[in-house]
């Protein structure tokens, strides 16, 4: 496998997980939506395998395959037992209609690639094209949180938006530290059994996981 | 005649105009003679300018002459060049296709109403179409659009017995003056910065283009101008007064501002943006695509949605009018970042449209015409079944449906072709941003072309097929011969224009050569005449000859084969599902047909449905009565234009007070007046 | 002699290719259809049959049906006929390639389809109109999509004729393009639509409310109707010949080669039957939709689009 060869697959990759991010955006069943993220997951961890084989940097395999046993595996299960714990109406609910945050999409895509110019003009990585793709990803991931109104699917949204930062980290810099990566993912782990629990818990206050339910919280003037 | 100059041929038309003005009155105790005469000289007139423009076109040259009248210090200047000549074709060409046409369809007012007015002011407004486009001074540019304006507007309300024809043109006229300030403010501003503003002479349009403006001022002037012509061209938002103003009139008159009129204005700007300012920024160009593009999605998505014939047609000229001007912004973007060749191919295509347009559209509002004159009728509810007996407008009025539709081989296809080739090659921009931008308005453009197919299957398809849908029947006649024969004329040039582009590309590319330095003819078709390849051979191609002749070769093989054979034709009675008898109000209309439009575009419209049941007393199972109720509303009418209208509603309240019918108090203000002012003095 | 007798016998071999091969494509697609469903087909040979049954039967017509209706489908055949001299199907040089780059080939389809919205609203019945309605609402959404796509495949190739597009892919090395990729997807979502396949349309019902294309022809009979089926298999046929030559042009026959002639035939062939199984694949799988969620439909075909395009000046 050459480097030009890897250069195209990665952008192969990048392309994938941009799809996938407007897949999220477009999915209405949280089941679907579950796995459209453990296949971003998964392409996440092979885009970051074949960084590190065509950059020589080997710390990078550890962190390809931390990031698919976590986030192929391990999240999709944990949201997957919490769905189906918890009976979540299986259609997700969105604030704006589809077609309409596809173009919104469209133009945050546009919108990070003129963002990313300068740093593109300055880096000579091979992945340097794929940091718009990282950018975009995040600010959909951010999107999603915002159009839907489930609290399941903000946190697929906010996992998703990891997801994109994780990325863009392997294309600007060949990946974060090890130990930063390790901190994070754990960090990750952790957020999900804490969402959990909230889960839980506001759902035996409200007796709702719609978030419109929060509404209540303000002071009554 | 051709030992005339191209200019003395213009003005000898413009001249023939105004006498025929002139001499109208006279004859007004004979209709029929003065209709004969006045729209013979006039057509005479017309082919004259024709002969003009082309010349002018075809020399390639610049003619000017100074008329020692008008203002002390302020004469008239003259100019004439390739592209004042192309728009003097355009102008003239229709102008004497719907002046035959006029013959016919002028003469059915005889007996109702004077048509001394319609003859008067028809005249004087193809005098000052043309006048604009030979005037070459800020001065006489104003002069003359006010003429095309104002004698367009009693054209407007000439069947002014009724108040919504009234206040339809009364609409126009006031828009047409917002934009006129707007124009001469611009006008102001660039005489302002050129030499020779103190005696005058900044005013000229030569003076203007040797001056030198700072990039700001530039800009101002450029977009005052932009958005005054752009009242006058009908662009999104300001293109109320065009869905009021159009149907109101005669038919004839429609055609005609509806053709060419508007194209005065893109003139307009093509004048101002290419050859009196010469910095340009591809912002300008940008603000100008954006403009075109919404007015092409919305000018088509609002003609979906009519049901009157002529307002149809006016909203789908919004469209053509934003496809022009996203050719004419494309242009301004290549030519700011110095691409020539590229920026004269985007002009060339916006060119070619204004013609296609003058074409189609006319021949569409003259069939609507003969349409409103076989049927008395301009709601396509009431109609159907049509091209049973009209046999001649049915063919006609098809051929401009086709072309409108940009469908190959007729014109309109070859200049949304070349629009969507300039499209393509605007990866070639240096900018990033603007590479990722653009294609997405290529979407636009094909949106509206898929869409304006839609609505023109919709207009014929509920016009002219199926069954008759009004309530009586009504006698339905032909048009005359004269309305024919412009029709006939139109239709022509409409199939001439299609399948011809290189000729016309080859006589048209003097004018990118004198705006942009840049000539795509050399390209366009290097490999001869039957094949137009804008750039280059392998990077598209497109020959609409042999299209054409290979559809005809088929259609007649086929045709032939199958008609050697003896298997029977017979005709039946509709297939009714076994129900009983299919009745007229069964079929689908113009309301049902643009259904899917209303539901997926319908959050861009202030749409009412409403559906009443009229239960029967008896049988409550059984609705026998459904009455069905729909309202759709301009949404950009109350953003834009109801503030404003309540606010001068107010303010007119307000200052109404001070009118009381006393002559007192009247005297009393004048005093009052005269003695604040000797104060202040 | 030869040089002069070669471009008119390439271009009545691509021709009559395309005449002959689209009905067993056709053909190919309900056999494949009748094994997945567990019945016994009629064979590939079977649209043949059906359409010269047409052809010798008697035309009847609607009493008030006009000279639109009689020429609607002369000429829609007449404008799928001229599509297909123009594709490059078994060869890249095919002297009436250049009459017209792939835009003015969607125009052809869609002078056909124009034609057809006419004679369904020709006759005055409650299923034309609808046809046509329904029939130009999923063109118009179909349309920005189709062009995003064009758009994306002329980024990669410079060019937007097909004979040339199939050249420049051939003769350069392979490349993974993701731009290609979802131009291809769209392309693919678009072709579906635009030939009233599943799940945008069912070609094979006469259910009457779930109906686009057959209710336009509702009204057709006898030799009309035979061209109108013809010219219909045409289109799916040329429509996937526009797809090989975007997309997989490998095996087509070079300028000036004659002897790739055979293999181009064969390779054919092969892609043709695999789309024969994409197809079945698709249709089993996926039910039809309903008509109003055609616009999402289209609107992730859009999306794709936009994506390659966004993806090649991003990615590549």
Redesign the interface.
Known sequence: MNVS?AA??N??L???I??TA?GLL?QRRIYGLLHIFALQGFFLSVSTAVVGYSAGLHHLYISALLTLTLKVIVLPYILYVLIHRLRIHKEVEEVVN??TT?LIG?AL??YS?HLTAPIRELSDFITR??L??ALATVMLGLLMMIIRKKAVTQIIGFLALENGLFFAATSATYGMPLVVELGVALDILIAAFIFGIFFFQIRTTFDTLDLKAMEKLKEEE | MLTQSPLELAIAAILILLATAAIAPVLSRRQNLLISFSFITSAVASLIAVFAGYAAVTGGGVESLVLPIGLPDLPFYLRFDPLSGFFVTIVALLGFMVSIYSIGYVKAFVGHRSVTRLVVFYCLFMAGMLLVLLSDDAYFFMVSWELMAVSSYFLVCFEDDQAQNRRAAFLYLLIAHIGAVLILLSFGLMAGFAKGFENFSGYTFSAMRDSHIPEGWAAVAFFMAFFGFAAKAGVVPLHAWLPEAHPVAPSNVSALMSGVMLKTAVYGIIRVGFDLLHSSDWRWGGVVLIFGLVSAVMGILYALLQNDLKRLLAYSSVENIGIILVCVGLAMIFKSFGMGLLASLALMAGLYHCLNHAMFKGLLFMGAGAVLHATHERNMEGM??L??KLKWTAPLF?VGC?SI????PFNG?VSE?LT??S??LS?ALPS?LL??LI??G??????T???A??CF?KV???TF???WRGEHDTVVHEAPWPMRIGMLLAAASCLALGIFPTFVIGWLDIIPETLLAAKISTSASA?GWL?LTPVA???????AP??FI???V??AT??LV?HS?T?????????DCGFGK?T?R????ST??????R??YGFLFNIKETVKYGSNQYLPMLNNRILYHLRVRDRLWQMCYQPFSDASFWLARRVGKLQHGRIQIYLLYSFLTLIVLLVFS | MTKDIYPILIESLQVVTVLVASPLLVGWIRVLKCWSQGRSSAGVFQPFRDISKL??????????????FRATP??V???T??AG?IIPVISVDLP?S????I??LV??F??A??FL??A???????F???G???E??V??????????SI?TV??VN????LS?MALVLTSNPI?????L??ALLAFVLIALAENGRIPVDNPATHLELTMIHEAMI??YS??HLA?LEWANMMKLFLFAAIGIACFFPWGIALKDNIGMLPAAFILLAFKLALIGVFIVVAETVLAKMR??RV??FL??A???A??G???Y????
Do not use: C
């Open positions: 060869f195209q697959l952008s192969v990048a392309a994938l941009l799809l407007f477009a589809i077609p596809m469209i895509v546009i690639y094209s794929t718009a793709v | 159907g079944g091209v049973h098809l086709l539709s940009g469908l190959p296809f072709w969507f080739q499209f393509l990866p990033p590479n990722l294609p997405l290529a979407a636009l453009v094909a949106l072309g898929a869409l197919a839609r299957i014929y398809g509920v097929l199926g069954h490999s094949w051979a392998e990077r598209a191609s497109y020959s042999i299209i290979g559809i005809l088929i259609f086929v045709y199958f054979r298997t029977s034709v017979r005709r039946a009675p509709l297939w299919i007229n069964m079929q689908y209309n049902s047909f643009s259904m899917p439009t539901r997926i | 052809f010798i039967k008697e035309t009847v017509l609607a009493e008030n049906a006009s000279w639109i002369y000429i055949f007449g404008a006929v001229m001299a009436l250049a009459t017209a780059d835009i003015a125009a052809l869609a002078i389809r124009f919205a006419l369904g609203m020709d006759i005055g019945t409650a034309g109109g609808m046509s309605s329904r130009m609402m063109s118009s959404l179909a349309e920005p999509a189709m062009l995003m758009f002329s980024l410079s060019s937007t004729s040339q490349v993974l393009r993701p731009s990729a979802f509702l009204e006898g030799r061209l008509i109003f616009p999402e609107g992730s859009f999306l794709f936009t994506l395009m966004l993806s000046f991003i990615l590549e």
